[in-house]
């Protein structure tokens, strides 16, 4: 294995659980928006948000990111309201949208990660400068998340789009999708990258992360 390999493994593949996602590390310039405690605790009803048995409508307020400038939504007549851990759907899927309007210049991937009990109806599909594309994930991934409630431990589910072949520059994009009945969404991450390249495997990130550790360890005993 040759040096640059060693460093591609070490900035690519060298994912680590992390609080809600995996920490995903994209080459070139990236950004990253996190929610994190999406619950009725810090998103009070009242304050645009549903409560039980009143889920049937669009909240009036969007839930901003703990770090980042995307913004999280909900589309109205379906389930989703602030429940003591999560976003939780009672008996009606729930149907959600996260925006952008200040996306990364040059941006060529990104990569949306839900960590949630329950799942996808209807997979996450991207549109931008105002399109309704519909693009679907190019690379998709499943791997065990940090929370558990309703009887079930969470996980994570990430998608990945490859934007590298769009000539006009991109102003904004948009992800909609719909999560099944009794859903719970914890924490969710958003990222972008001018920079295409796969994401890699789940299961290939601890051992990627160690052969790039070895491998160094070896470079710096070769130099002494």
Request: aromatic share 10%; net charge negative; proline share 4%.
């Amino acid at each position: 294995m040759n040096k640059q390999a060693i460093l591609t493994l070490a900035t690519l593949g060298a994912a680590t659980a992390a609080t809600a996602a995996l920490d995903i590390n994209l080459p070139g310039n990236s950004t990253q928006s996190v929610w994190s405690d999406m619950n009725s605790s810090t998103l009070t009803v009242g304050e645009g948000y549903n409560n039980f048995g009143t889920n049937t409508a669009g909240w009036s307020t969007p839930v901003s990111p703990n770090s980042g400038t995307a913004t999280f939504d909900k589309v109205a007549g379906t389930g989703g309201y602030p429940g003591t851990d999560s976003i939780y759907n009672f008996d009606t899927p729930g149907s959600f949208f996260i925006t952008e309007n200040s996306p990364l210049a040059n941006l060529e991937t990104v990569v949306f990660q839900s960590d949630a009990v329950g799942g996808m109806m209807v997979a996450p599909t991207l549109s931008y400068n105002g399109g309704s594309q519909a693009l679907a994930a190019i690379n998709t991934f499943v791997v065990g998340g940090d929370f558990s409630g309703m009887g079930s431990n969470s996980t994570i589910f990430g998608y990945q789009w490859d934007l590298s072949g769009i000539v006009d520059p991109i102003s904004d994009f948009t992800i909609n999708w719909t999560s099944v009945v009794h859903n719970g969404n914890y924490e969710m991450q958003l990222n972008q990258g001018d920079t295409f390249q796969v994401v890699p495997e789940p299961s290939t990130y601890a051992l990627m992360a160690g052969i790039a550790c070895g491998a160094l360890i070896l470079m710096r005993r070769q130099r002494r």
